[in-house]
Nanobody
Framework: QVQLAESGGGLVQPGGSLRLSCATS????????MGWYRQAPGKQRELVAS???????NYADSVKGRFTISRDNAKNTVYLQMNNLKFEDTGVYYC??????????WGQGTQVTVSS
């Protein structure tokens, strides 16, 4: 059974930083594509950043230059370093794991609130 656990969310002032972590129990982590999504109140869930099994990354335009996604295959963990946070970055951040032929697996989410 695949289980993902996000951590690292919290309350931060504009301009501040947070690092999110997503640990997975899946032995398939090294062949998985991983993604961070967020959902703001009243809005649809949107892709923030993704990383392939070989380390290629992709970012939403709104976070380019501020967020960095990375992975540690030895720890079955993907990270999202978020710098220069803005009010509009507020939301619940979810981690997603998928590999060829699998369905999508999601974590339970971690709340990020940017407020002064």
């Amino acid at each position: 059974q695949v289980q993902l656990a996000e951590s690292g969310g919290g309350l931060v002032q504009p301009g501040g930083s947070l690092r999110l972590s997503c640990a997975t129990s899946a032995i398939t982590f090294s062949i998985s594509a991983m993604g961070w999504y967020r959902q703001a109140p009243g809005k649809q869930r949107e892709l923030v950043a993704s990383i392939t099994n070989v380390g290629s990354t992709n970012y939403a335009d709104s976070v380019k230059g501020r967020f960095t996604i990375s992975r540690d295959n030895a720890k079955n963990t993907v990270y999202l370093q978020m710098n220069n946070l803005k009010f509009e970055d507020t939301g619940v951040y979810y981690c997603k794991q998928t590999w060829f032929g699998s369905r999508d697996y999601w974590g339970q989410g971690t709340q990020v609130t940017v407020s002064s």
